[in-house]
């Protein structure tokens, strides 16, 4: 009974808490970043995203990397997969010169000091990404180029 | 040959009654069997055909399957049921089992690499009150250092709401109409979906998990990972499944026993830390709180730099070569505004194409400044040191000269003038928030409200957001001596600065007194914080109804949180009705828990 009251009590909310519609733009260049769905101001106001509700998410340990450009110096699979996903943070942290992204990217590439790659990358931005229409390959295979 | 193997499984089921494995709590933890049923519906995740209500049969199934594998690959039972086979061989001492080939499993052990786990919560984000109930998932640390190459165990209900509309979403939701699906991502992907999409902060809490267990974990996710049961938004959500990994990696901790009939997420990290199995908290900031940061150091025209160069209104060598500005600001300035950039793109403001110029134009300018300083932002307070979900009030005080008493109860979950240490300010959620008063020989329901939202959200130079507030329900401000059913939505502006908020709101009503009379009105509202323990609260509302009539009310209010789940506060709240006016003075003690 206790369960029952405490449903009903909810049901106002979860009708008003319309979860978040979220559609994964999954790419290998910049704006792959997960677009929300705001189709309806009123909705996104109240809404809950309470339980991510994605019909779309996988048991995923294979590769995000399958429809882009092969690499062509660097054949490091998670460093792939990672540049692919994180195009937009790495280049700001690139940019900016520090950051988690860049540093997750020397551990994959087992480069020891940290500081003096997040320095070189800095230092290097515009060869690295060198258009805004670079892919992750074009990424990972000028970083390797300095 | 096959007299031997038989033999053995024989030996094995004795040895397996005589130490009454069938009823141990572990065994029960792998069948996600609270007592005498399993809640996973999926029938292939049993081997005997009463395995859902019979642990005893699932037990022998298990047993005589693991000896007698004919198949020796991914669909060995041995492949299939990792963690019971662990478990078996540990507690039966089985030996010689045949050897099997589990491909898909162990490349996902290889990959995933389980050392440590956190358990993690996005906690609530701006102008949506209701996501303070918010989601929790465990993150499954790797070798590598970095947590980002860490993987996240997410459970959900499989719907897709952009298809169904919300009130059958919800409905389908509580009675399990939808499937609660397991996956696994890399936690980066979780990270833009939180921190850059929904603007939430992250809190991670690190639980007290060795690599043993966290292999144990991963086993047991591999035998429920395709499995399928129906999901129940206040029961077996998100947040309780993950409990029974958590209990299958270390049976010690007893968490799913805090819960008896609804589960709302933070509450399991509430329960967690209870358990002692929680060493440590980080804290990742939403861009939303980065950009706050940035705001912090930046003045107005600064400001409006960022908005000019986000938007390409101001040529980006031109500002470079100013030498009016020094190179940290304009080093901030370009840093916030890619951030702009990129929130603009998200809220589908600007198309990719243009999203990609203007960012690699911004981040081409801000390399050339070198390193420059960290942006410094500040840690709120932890959601963990906020109070618990279920308040019980009890007041006294005097009402028109006479002395009067409340009682009061409410499942869930925060208001404004309750202590928001933990919690986001100016948020508020409460359902079936019940108040009864008694005063001399006379007994009443004060308040019942079903559901009452506001969300007063401050105004800053970055961010120009609206507040409202919606609440339904029954209450007795309006202008009748006896509770009514009323609804209500207001909508305005806040701001705030270092010693609280204000806000204004326009109101509009209506509420069944006999006929429906409806009425509109204007609401100004002050709270103030002193230190994080004391804060004070001031309304004022002056509504006009569409029978002539008008009506003051005004609330004033002092809080002071005692302890995390104890505060007292003193109230003075004045009513107008008709000729007559109710003025109350109370005393209130409120215990969460």
Redesign the interface.
């Known amino acids: 009974m206790?369960?029952l009251?405490?449903?009903i009590?909810?049901?106002?909310?979860?009708?008003?808490?319309?979860?978040?519609?979220?559609n994964?733009q999954t790419g290998c260049?910049?704006?792959s970043?997960?677009?929300?769905?705001?189709?309806s101001a009123v909705?996104?106001?109240?809404?809950?995203?309470?339980?991510?509700?994605?019909?779309n998410?996988?048991?995923?340990?294979t590769s995000g990397t399958s429809g882009c450009k092969k690499t062509k110096f660097v054949m490091n699979e998670?460093a792939e997969?990672?540049v692919a996903?994180?195009m937009?943070?790495l280049?700001?942290e690139?940019?900016?010169?520090?950051g988690?992204?860049v540093?997750?990217l020397a551990?994959?590439l087992i480069v020891e000091d940290k500081e003096a790659f997040a320095?070189a990358l800095?230092?290097n931005?515009?060869s690295i990404?060198t258009?805004?229409?670079v892919e992750m390959a074009d990424v990972l295979d000028n970083i390797s180029a300095i | 040959m096959s007299i031997l193997v038989s033999a053995n499984v024989d030996d094995y089921l004795n040895l397996a009654k005589e130490k009454n494995l069938s009823d141990s709590r572990y065994w029960h933890i792998l069948l996600h069997m609270p007592s005498d049923e399993s809640e996973i519906d999926d029938k292939a995740f049993f081997l005997s055909p009463d395995g859902n209500i019979d642990a005893q049969a699932e037990l022998d199934a298990t047993i005589e399957a693991l000896v007698n594998d004919r198949v020796l690959d991914d669909n060995a039972t041995a492949c299939k049921f990792p963690a019971r086979k662990w478990w078996l061989v540990k507690e039966l001492g089985m030996k010689n089992l045949p050897e099997v080939k589990c491909k898909a499993f162990d490349t996902l052990m290889k990959k995933v690499d389980p050392k440590a786990a956190s358990l993690v919560f996005p906690s609530a984000y701006i102008n949506s009150p209701a996501s303070m109930f918010g989601h929790t998932f465990i993150r499954i640390d790797s070798s590598y250092k970095s947590k980002m190459l860490s993987y996240a165990i997410n459970y959900a209900a499989n719907a897709d709401s952009s298809t169904e509309n919300g009130m059958v979403f919800a409905i389908k939701g509580l009675v399990g109409g939808y499937y609660g699906n397991y996956s696994l991502l890399p936690y980066y992907e979780k990270i833009k979906e939180y921190r850059d999409s929904e603007e939430r902060d992250i809190w991670e809490y690190d639980l007290d998990l060795n690599e043993e267990q966290m292999q144990q974990m991963l086993r047991h996710i591999w035998e429920i990972h395709d499995t399928y049961s129906w999901y129940y938004f206040f029961t077996e959500n998100c947040s309780y499944n993950m409990l029974w990994l958590i209990e299958a990696a270390k049976p010690t901790v007893h968490l799913r026993e805090y819960f008896n009939y609804q589960v709302i997420p933070p509450e399991t990290i509430h329960a967690a830390i209870s358990e002692g199995a929680i060493i440590q908290r980080h804290y990742r900031p939403a861009r939303r709180s980065k950009l706050l940061a940035y705001e912090d150091h930046l003045n107005d025209n600064e400001i409006k730099k960022v908005f000019a160069l986000a938007k390409e209104e101001e040529d980006i060598q031109t500002f470079l070569e100013d030498k009016e500005k020094d190179t940290q600001s304009k080093r901030y300035i370009l840093e916030a505004s890619s951030e702009f950039i990129e929130y603009d793109f998200l809220a589908g403001d600007i198309s990719a194409d243009v999203y990609r110029k203007r960012l690699h134009d911004i981040l081409g300018a801000r390399s050339s400044l070198g390193k420059g300083e960290k942006i410094d932002i500040p840690i709120p307070k932890d959601p963990m040191n906020g109070h618990r979900a279920l308040r019980l009030r009890t007041e006294a005080g005097v009402r028109d000269d006479e002395a009067i008493g409340f009682l009061g109860v409410r499942p869930a979950n925060h208001d404004i003038t309750d202590s928001d240490v933990g919690f986001l300010r100016g948020t508020q959620i409460e359902f079936f928030n019940f108040l009864f008063s008694y005063g001399e020989n006379d007994f009443n329901v004060e308040e019942a409200s079903v559901i009452n939202i506001v969300s007063l959200a401050p105004r800053t130079k970055f961010f120009k957001p609206i507040s409202w507030r919606l609440n339904t329900g029954w209450d007795r401000n309006y202008l009748s001596e006896s509770t009514k059913f009323t609804s209500n939505a207001s909508v305005g502006l806040t701001w705030e600065n270092d010693i609280g908020y204000m806000y204004l709101l326009a109101d509009a009503l209506f509420y069944t007194d006999r006929d429906l009379t409806a009425g509109i009105g204007g609401i100004a509202g002050l709270v103030g914080y002193q230190g994080r323990d004391f804060k004070t609260n001031l309304e004022v509302t002056q509504r006009i109804f569409d029978t002539g009539y008008d009506q003051l009310l005004f609330s004033a209010s002092q809080h002071y949180r005692h302890a995390q789940n104890i505060s007292f506060s003193l109230s003075y709240d004045y009513v107008q009705k008709f000729d007559e006016d109710w003025d109350t003075v109370k005393f209130t003690f409120d215990y969460f828990f």
Do not use: C, P
Not at chain 1, 13 to 19: K, N, R, W
Not at chain 1, 94 to 98: R, S
């Open positions: 206790k369960k009251i405490v449903s009590a909810a049901v106002a909310a979860l009708s008003s808490a319309a979860f978040a519609g979220v994964s260049g910049l704006g970043m997960i677009i929300k769905d705001d189709s909705l996104l106001a109240l809404q809950a995203t309470t339980n991510g509700t994605l019909g998410q996988t048991f995923g340990i998670r997969e990672f996903s994180n937009d943070q280049a700001k690139i940019a900016v010169g520090h988690e992204s540093d997750t551990e994959l320095s800095q230092s931005y515009n990404y258009s805004q229409n």
